[in-house]
């Protein structure tokens, strides 16, 4: 299925699963032949990582972005990555097929426009400091430029509270839908920030109304290189598409 078919799809949740960050041919292959035995269409994995600390890993780069397509070339799935700065989005758009935008450089504007110009989908993730309507505010700078192909992320919030990474914003996903007519897709993982709490930290979003999903998996997370603790394993992510599969059924939505 090509990206054009998912984002003019009515009434269908998109899945897009994959590690967070590409560390291997290896890992990247065994996890993308997994989902898409399962049926999930989008993979997604990070080339470009900004990290909080310049001493962790910071992603393979270019290197990392030909074992995506390599991925792509023999399962068919759809790319996501992201795209950090003017230079690196050259690379991503050359290679991806949906352009990631993070929340770090979610009021990036420089960024915003020059993604917009690529005319690719792009997938944009709310700053964990931003408001609904400065994120709104934010796809505009992408769509000044002819470019509506947008999808909109709630991703969690920086709140007082501590019991989680972030906080994810479940009320973000009917407001969004009231304000404009992107879809609006829920990302479990990082507002978890333990993969205990992942599933149903999903399948709120989905019941929610949300018009897709984007999940962390790795093969074997402890081993992983960022963000191991709230990545699924292969397993976890099985049973979770399962669930996901049943609620959208109640939601009357069609799992792409």
């Not at 993982?189 to 929610?208: C, D, K, M, Q, T």
Request: overall charge neutral; proline content about 5%.
């Amino acid at each position: 299925m090509m990206v054009s078919d998912i984002l003019n799809l009515k009434e269908s949740l998109i899945v897009m699963a994959g590690p967070c960050s590409v560390e291997s041919e290896s890992q990247v292959l065994e996890t993308a032949r997994a989902l898409k035995r399962l049926g999930v269409n989008v993979l997604r994995g990070g080339a470009f990582k900004p990290r909080t600390y310049p001493e962790s890993f910071q992603g393979l780069g270019e290197d990392g972005l030909k074992i995506l397509a390599m991925a792509r070339e023999e399962t068919g799935m759809s790319i996501v990555t992201e795209a950090m700065d003017l230079e690196s989005l050259r690379l991503v758009e050359k290679y991806a097929d949906i352009i990631q935008i993070g929340s770090r450089n979610s009021q990036n504007f420089p960024l915003l426009k020059a993604a917009g110009k690529t005319m690719k989908p792009v997938l944009l993730k709310r700053g964990f400091g931003n408001t609904i309507d400065e994120l709104i505010g934010s796809s505009r700078y992408i769509s000044m430029s002819g470019n509506n192909n947008i999808m909109l992320v709630e991703r969690g919030i920086r709140t007082f509270e501590n019991s989680t990474r972030f906080t994810l914003d479940v009320s973000a996903v009917p407001v969004l839908h009231e304000k404009v007519n992107y879809p609006v897709i829920i990302d479990p993982s990082h507002p978890a920030g333990n993969s205990r709490y992942v599933e149903p930290l999903a399948l709120a979003g989905i019941a929610a109304g949300a018009d897709g999903i984007i999940v962390e998996v790795h093969p074997d997370p402890s081993r992983a290189l960022s963000d191991a603790a709230q990545q699924l394993n292969l397993d976890q992510f099985s049973r979770l598409y399962s669930k996901i599969k049943e609620i959208s059924r109640v939601m009357n939505k069609n799992v792409i």
